[in-house]
C-alpha cells in the first residue's frame, strides 16, 4: 500500500482506538493523549483528499475504505452506536484494531480485502465479548 495512503489511514485508526467510550457506550467520545482535538473525519486525515477518492475505486481497497468510512460515521454523534459494521461495540473495537495489524503487516493490497473478511468473521463468530 502506497504510504501516502497507508499512513493518513493508520493515523486516522490510531486516534479511534484512544477514544474514550469504547469500553463504556454511555460515556460521550473523547479523543485522549496525542489525538485530543483531532478531527473525526477519514478524510480530514488526507493532505490530498483526492488520493481517498480516488482509492475508493481501488478494488483493493474498496472494502477498508468503505469499512473505516462506517467508523467515520459512526462517530459523527458525540456517543457510540450500538454496534459499527454489524458487530457490537467491544467488537468493533476489536476489529478496528485488526484493520490497524491487517495495514501493519505489510500484505499484498489485492489480500486486504481477504483478511478484512477473515478477521471480521473470526471476531464476529467469538462468543467472548457477548
Known sequence: MNLNLKKPILTFINSLLTLKGWQDI??????QGEFSGKSKNLIDYFDDTSLLQKNM?????????????????A????WLPDS???LPIPKA???????KNIL????LDKKIETELIKKYHLINDSNDLE
Open 75 to 78: 462517530i459523527e454523534d458525540d
Open 93 to 99: 473495537y476489536l476489529f478496528l484494531n485488526e484493520i
Open 104 to 107: 501493519e503487516k505489510n500484505i
Open 84 to 86: 459499527i459494521e454489524g
Open 57 to 73: 475505486q481501488n478494488k483493493n481497497y474498496t472494502l477498508l475504505l468503505e469499512t473505516l468510512l462506517s467508523y467515520d460515521s
Open 26 to 31: 454511555s460515556q460521550p467520545i473523547i479523543f
